[in-house]
């Protein structure tokens, strides 16, 4: 039998980010922790391309101040076209970020003279945080024969459109690199190894620390009568297990993204994707244990990647597996259930004795219908790239998904038609 998931036709791309202007807000963490660790950076290296980006940073920020199924792939594959080459050391990159400025112009004009195509990925993410706003984009653009005009995302696009080229240690340097922004961030690609699921190259940042986007854990629900605050058409997500119904309004997960919660005496995870509108609800117990999932801070293909506590394994929102980290070889998923998308007029109807969340969330955020993410739902824009694009529809038409397990391709309709 099919799942039917209910969400927008594209996930979501920021407006084009300017490769040459790093965000300060990416850069507080790593000015703060490590502009005084030259001393433990002389006995290892690791702590020494550490304590140099932490440093260069600080620089950076100075300047700064004066904005589907997962692709299987294993750890030969994201090194391909590596491991056979003449490298340069993966600190060697770090010294991009230099606080001298000579050191880092002189690094850039060597990594350029030996390019190899393992190094355009960790190009492209130094160009957000270097102070090197002009020289690294230049020389990528040079290097490979593109022209980007700046366009952070249609530099990425253009890597992975092309097969999966990684230095053997692109891991370690993203570890590094995001740990600065935060420290928990490491763990994640500390563990990326054998059994990934998806390009690492394809990871990225949504702007938000982990946990940043606060899920609602057991949160407080109320009876059908005491929820005044819901207006008979505003939305919500449905669910009934062993006769125990819930009602889980749009407007209140739009805020939190992720809910755990025990229904009918079933351990459960509600994964909503604001940004296109998916709401899937999942069993927390697989592969003989109960899982505590959260908000990782990163994305894939423009859709949240949720992290487990135990192992600091990344999880794919959509398919409910784990994709990157320890867990990510064991080939178990999530058991999807079914959830309602629907008004709360009608499934209060149906179902009289159900409950609904309360607004005393133990957070203060604006609950109003329509209130979160209303200017990115006011036009057709999208806020993270994808490597690809389909014009059949509009990037956030809805449209029901019919997802038939490993038996067949999924099937995308459009809502419009169905209405017709």
Known sequence: MARVTRGRFAAYS????????PRPEDSVRGAVSLAGSRTCARAHPRARARAVLG???????????????????????????AESEDLLPIDTFFEIFHPEPTIGRETIDRIFERWRPAYASIVIEAARFSQHRVRLPRGLESAVGERFDGDFDRAYRWLWARPAALHPDYARWKAILYEQIEPRFAGYFEA????????LDEVRRGGVERGGIPPLDHP???PAAAADYLDPADLVFGIEIEGDRRAYPKRILAWHELFRDVVGGVPVHGVYCTLCGTMILYKSEAGGRRHRLGTSGFLYRSNKLMYDADTESLWSTIHGAPVLGPRAAAGFRLEALSVVTTTWGAWRDRHPDTRVLSLDTGHRRDYREGAAYREYFATDELMFSVPFSDTRLRNK???????????????AIAVRFLGA
């Open 397 to 411: 038409d809805e449209v029901l998904a019919l997802r038939f397990g490993d038996s067949a391709a999924p099937t």
């Open 14 to 21: 920021p407006p084009a980010c300017d490769l040459a202007s």
């Open 55 to 81: 440093t260069a940073v600080c620089a950076a920020l100075l300047a700064a101040a004066c904005g589907q199924e997962p692709v299987v792939a294993t750890s030969r594959d994201l090194r391909i076209g």
């Open 220 to 222: 407080a629900t109320i």
């Open 192 to 199: 990326a190894g054998e059994g990934a699921r998806i390009r």
